[in-house]
């Protein structure tokens, strides 16, 4: 890992908040200029040269007509994502704490729609993450046609899953017990498998009872996590759909317990869980801002998903000035 830059840019300020452990950089990027490479995040999300997160979120000003704000998400590799829910309600927290809203129900733009937050008492936050899209084209996954269960194949392994968007992708298995399942080998190995072209986020569910379950998360692009939101909601979604799950469920992952409700297809999924600020910081930014050149001249895909290391040659994440 090279040494962070010595910044000569201008100062940034920023939170660091968690939802259930899983933890982010948040920015205000509608009160202050804000440009990061994927390079650059991935400097910042290192827990030891850097601040150390699993997603940088990034607030910039609304892009409808109908909505409070533009939500950027990006994982620690540098990738740009479509979706995270336990991002959401720290989204819902910040933008209140900062005073860039009073308001209690925040509708905000994701890169793969709108989403609902409704801030609760105590710093508990209810996201209305959407419907879940079912379709594998949509997801995406490849399939000749949409079923409940999946068998994939991993190397000489044979696996069974549901491939679930929640606007980003999932693959959910039931396993036995979390705590014995192989989610550092299994994991990411799913991740970045052929049949999830946008890799995925790979869930291990652990049904208790039909309201009460327990999950572990490799994220994508982030790897295991304490906690990760839609990934519980795609879980609660593929339990439900085996017919394990009723429809409202308790989801304990390794940092606490999430709600999540969802009252079948065409329904969208609910999310109730907590929300933590930790700390204020400050940092210059690095001054070189312009797109760095690069030997390998690559140009990777840059839709959410698909800024892979060694794809530099991505729009830097800014802000309209
Ligand atoms: N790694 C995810 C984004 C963060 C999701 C997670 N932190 C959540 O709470 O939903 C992806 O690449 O789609």
């Known amino acids: 890992m090279s040494q ?4 000569q840019g201008p100062m940034l ?36 040269f850097g601040i150390g997160f699993d997603q940088l979120l990034v607030v910039e000003p609304p892009g409808l007509p109908d909505v ?45 729609g709108v989403i609902e937050l409704r801030v609760g008492r105590g710093g508990m936050v209810t996201v209305d993450m959407g419907v879940p899209e079912l379709n594998p084209p949509a997801i ?25 968007s929640m606007g980003n992708p999932h693959g959910v298995l039931v396993v036995d ?3 014995a399942a192989p989610v550092g080998e299994l994991g990411p190995r799913l991740e970045s498998h052929p049949r999830f072209p946008a890799r995925a986020n790979i869930g291990f569910l652990q049904i208790i009872d039909r309201s009460h379950a327990r999950l572990r998360v490799f994220e994508r692009g982030s790897g ?5 939101g839609s990934g519980a909601c795609a879980a609660v979604v593929a339990g439900c759909l085996r017919g394990l799950l009723d429809s409202r469920v308790d989801v304990e992952l390794k940092g606490g317990h999430l709600v ?22 400050q940092l210059r930014l690095p001054g070189d801002q312009s797109p760095r050149r690069r030997k390998s001249t690559r140009q990777g895909d840059t839709r959410p998903g698909h800024n892979r290391q060694q794809n530099r040659h991505r729009q830097p994440a800014t802000s309209k000035p």
Not at 28 to 37: K, M
Not at 224 to 228: G, I, K, Q, Y
Request: one cysteine or more; charged letters at 30%.
């Open 68 to 112: 409070d704000f533009r939500y950027r998400i990006f994982n620690s590799d540098g990738s740009e994502v479509e979706q995270c829910g336990n991002g959401a309600r720290c989204f819902a927290r910040f933008v209140r704490d900062q005073r860039l809203t009073n308001k209690k129900v925040i509708r905000v733009q994701t890169a793969k």
């Open 177 to 179: 017990d979390v705590d």
């Open 224 to 228: 295991e996590t304490m906690a990760c």
């Open 4 to 7: 962070p830059r010595r910044g």
């Open 13 to 48: 300020s920023f939170t660091k908040m968690h939802g259930l452990g899983n933890d982010f950089m948040v920015v205000d990027a509608i009160s202050q200029p804000f440009r990061l490479r994927p390079d650059m995040i991935r400097e910042l999300a290192d827990r030891h």
């Open 140 to 164: 995406p996954f490849a399939a000749d046609r949409r079923k409940d269960v999946y068998t994939v194949e991993v190397g000489d392994e044979t696996v069974e899953l549901s491939a679930i």
């Open 260 to 281: 999540i409700e969802w009252q079948g297809e065409g329904a969208p999924v609910m999310m109730e869980g907590p929300t933590a600020s930790v700390f204020e910081g």
